[in-house]
């Protein structure tokens, strides 16, 4: 997916469409925040839909693709811990929840090699 010069514009869509959500239907996110983590998890489900984006306009910018992908990369690295609450505090749910919530732990894969695909891709026409 890295290799297309819409990739860096789909990916920066991905981002606004969920930090977009992040606002408008906060709730559930909020029950991903891992307990672990001080304050409300409604503090923490805004601040990562601002983070997502901050991130968005920066990979739809030429000029700051390149930072702001490797950045997406390490945010889909550092949200994977919510990824995994959802999944442990799901597991009792009904089966097409439960695997919902499993199929987001192996999808940050992907996620980090496009981000850091875009990041290459943009270095290398530099």
Known sequence: M???PR???LLAGLLAAAGVTHFARPRPYDATIPRLLPGSPRTWT???GAVELALAAGVALPRTRAVAARATAAFFVGVFPAN???AVD???RPAPLRAAALARLPLQV?????ARGVAR???EQS
């Open 2 to 4: 890295s290799g297309s």
């Open 7 to 9: 990739s860096p514009l």
């Open 46 to 48: 805004y601040a990562s």
């Open 84 to 86: 995994v609450q959802m």
């Open 90 to 92: 799901w597991r009792h």
């Open 110 to 114: 992907p996620l980090v090699l496009w």
């Open 121 to 123: 891709n943009q270095e």
